[in-house]
């Protein structure tokens, strides 16, 4: 095999994304998918035969069609034939995988791209099926119950108040204003959200996601192909990710672990020190969780794009977080940022990735 | 924990959970084009700009490079059958009298094959490069559904030379 | 590649129609016990899970990953669950190593799981589309008609068929985890069962199986730590072409020849046939094993028909015996279905297969294709340390 020096740098070169919308009727996968690919090459000057490796993240339940990855790869176009792979995970996922491809030195380069639908099926029936298929499942609580028993949790260990998920909401929805691609924006004081109506007590409309469609596509180079590639390639320094049991009352739902071991991981401290955070963190009482396993200073911009709250594309969402934190590095804004993903009810799987500006010297 | 068979009783091995999802399919800016087709009794295709390759049913892209079909082709009624299969099983959901053919059915004019049905011939009788032609519903039940063609049916004229659809293999 | 990688565990379930005698999560314990184990190692050994399945709807569990975390020992870990159609199991162990070459973990442990028993199968692998043609007359309408072109290209007579399904089924009953085991299996049962997709017979079908198969990967300390032999990873590779396209050869994918020319570079074989001693391949329906005799350049185009009718892809006397475990015709859980040709090659090379193993094996290739054969990942692996 090719002899290639172990734990080379990898870094994010080039990010595109669909506008997030609350239902693509007229496009199918393949023509949602496309016009991101094209764009996400064409920032940087490449084709998809400048590619090493192209992998993906879906899910055939969203889409409701076995095998929905297969089509979707038209968009791209793989041939002559390409090294490709798919994960049933956030395209998150799927970026982690070519990193670990690109580490090993098999390729220099790599496509990653994520498509959801979550508007076509019964959402909240479909997610039901994430859970323990002998004893949760056949109940069907729907995912909003489940995050409605964390934040109950948060509160009543006095972690946070209605009115601190209506200020996360606020600033989200506020700061999505600036993200041409955010599919909920809008500028309305928390004190104005507290009006809402309860969705699912103590969940009032505003601390939900919206249900979005959306595709987003991301490009790594290794080594000096990225610097070649970009001006300011946003170089990964750590990524790792970690789950939890799914038994949600296994748990203590007010903290989150997992992502405290992926910032460890990651090579992140006890206070990631970062310009930048973005967090998946679909319902508005998770940011404040994700905050203290992460131990965000009031110092860090979190979710300058607006976050889950304004566009959550499920299986794209945590891959948007990437690319939107790595965006801040390739354009200057930010010199160290953090971008998270999450799988599963109540944030049962995380992922955290660290960005520089700055290229790693060597080692994880 | 009590055994459950030491207590007499048979473990539960099986147990049902029906699960059931309605889902609203997009078919898509290409193959709405198709649909509309099939409701008229016509076979609508597009070709690539950049391989000029013609691909009927249409999905938006070209499939070995990635951009979208731009120019609608209208295809013609009749082609040439590639390769096929006997069924001789009744397949789950399937009412058609067995044996009958799937075949490969390339249309004239297009680049890509697709599977359809042979009727109006003995299973036996069928061949590779054989000429079919489709067979529409009447015209008060077309609908923008591959139902539209109720089947092919051989036109009687020579078998196409192998070699004029190889490559579709 | 960097850090060099091992299999050090491997283990897979009994592979039966319905194993209800477990639930999801205790099949696919069931596998990963047995890897440990020939690991020597527990579960706070491994540093990361990889898990891979088929779709989702074969069981009705949405990315069943979730629900096995713990039945995996994965709590507090990395999971990753992989799904690249037929190939799954393959791709999922290659993703697996790639955690080791990569030097991101030591010891990784890789599973593969389907349990179609719990979901009804059929249905999930065709699920009415409204705008697609409908599906005429299943898996088996699909490729038929590619057999039946590659029998009009290679002029292969109609009972090569035959001689893979009595060889691979006899073949089965020394392999203890088969489901098939049919003691009586003959040439005259093979040719008289019913022809369901003409020129597919019923015995030239693969069954529908439940069944899990996992494996223990490692870095080379690890490796040389461990009480039993390593199979040393020498090369492996992944290759996707599109499923549809005009000019596509279906019978001699592009992908597979890409494939296979990849992972016989890296592990520097120039000549199939002679560097590799046993080969397990995914051969759903008995015709294609000569199909991929050539596709992997075991045979001459249009000639892989000549040396399954030789004898030669016999256990019993065949010089490159092919899927001496009895392969995908005698157990197909899906998407373990590549993991176990992965694993049963593992096996060889560390002489663990019993009654199936191959005498004397240096270096062996295991393959998985998934989808319209448009998936395609392998692996090559060798007793020497590469
Ligand atoms: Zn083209």
Known sequence: MSAAPTG??????????????????????VEMLMPVVEEVFSRIGVTKADMGFVCSGSSDYLVGAPFSFVSALDAVGVWPPMRESHVEMDGAWALYEAWTMLRAGDVDTALVYSFGRSSPGQLAKILALQLDPYYLAPLWPPPTALAALQARAVIDAGRATEEDFAEVAARSRRQALANPHAQLSGDRAPGELMKDDYVVSPLRRHALPPITDGAAAVVLAAGERATELCDRPAWITGIDHRIETHALGARDLTSSPS???????????????????????????????????????????????????AANALMVAGLIRIGEAAQRIMDGSAARALAHATSGPCLQQNLVCALAAETPSGGR | MTDATSTGQEPVAIMESPIHVDYRFT??????????????????????????????????????????????????????????????????????????????????????????????????????????????????????????????????????????????? | MAERCAVIGAGQTKHAAKREDVSIAGLVREAAERALEDAAMDWGDIDAVVIGKAPDMFEGVMMPELYLAPALGAVGKPMVRVH??????????????????????????????????????????????????????????YFAPIIRAYMRRSGAPDHIGIVVAVKDRKQALKNPYAHLHIEDIS?????????????????????????????????????????RRPAWVHGMAMRSEPTMFAGRDQVNPQAGRDCAADVYAQAGITDPRSQIDVAEVYVPFSWYEPMWLENLGFAPDGEGWKLTDSGATALDGGDIPWNCSGGVLSSNPIGASGMLRFLEVALQVRGQAGAHQVDGVRRALGHAYGGGSQFFSMWVLGTEKP
């Open chain 2, 27 to 169: 078919a898509g800016l290409a193959q709405s084009r198709f649909l509309k087709g099939l409701s008229q009794g016509r076979f609508l295709g597009q070709r690539c700009p950049r391989c000029h390759k013609v691909y009927v049913p249409p999905r938006g892209s070209c499939p070995t490079d990635g951009v979208p079909t731009t120019d609608e082709v209208e295809l013609s009624n009749q082609g040439t059958v590639t390769t096929y299969c006997v069924v001789n099983v009744p397949f789950q959901g399937q009412s058609i009298e067995i044996p009958y053919i799937c075949a490969q059915i390339l249309l004239d004019g297009a680049n890509l094959a697709f599977m359809g049905l042979i009727q109006e011939i003995a299973a036996d009788q069928v061949r590779m490069g054989m000429r079919v032609e489709a067979v529409w519903v009447p015209p008060e039940e077309l609908g923008p559904t591959m139902a539209s063609v109720r089947h092919f049916r051989p036109t009687g004229e020579p078998d196409a030379d192998y070699e004029s659809f190889k490559e579709y293999l």
């Open chain 1, 259 to 309: 992502t405290t071991l992926a910032a460890r991981g990651a090579g992140l401290g006890e206070r990631a020190a970062v310009d930048v955070a973005e967090l998946h963190a679909p319902y508005a009482h998770q940011e404040l969780i994700l905050r203290d396993a992460l131990g965000l200073g009031a110092e860090v911009s979190v979710n300058p794009s607006g976050g889950a709250l």
């Open chain 3, 84 to 141: 690249t159609a037929g190939s799954v199991g393959g791709s999922t162990a290659i993703v697996a190593a790639h955690l080791v070459t990569s030097g991101v973990h030591r010891r990784v442990l890789t599973v593969a799981f389907e349990k179609q028993s719990d979901s009804d199968a059929m249905w999930a692998l065709s699920v009415p589309q409204p705008f697609s043609a409908p599906l005429l007359a299943g898996a088996g309408g």
């Open chain 3, 187 to 227: 040439f005259e049962m093979v040719r008289d069962s019913i022809m369901l997709w003409d020129p597919i017979r019923y015995l030239e079908t693969c069954p529908s199986s439940d069944g899990a198969a996992a494996m223990v990967l490692a870095d080379e300390d690890c490796a040389a730590a461990s009480p």
């Open chain 1, 8 to 29: 080379r740098p990898v870094a994010v070169v080039s990010f595109a994304q669909s506008p997030q919308v609350r239902r693509e009727d007229h496009r199918n996968e």
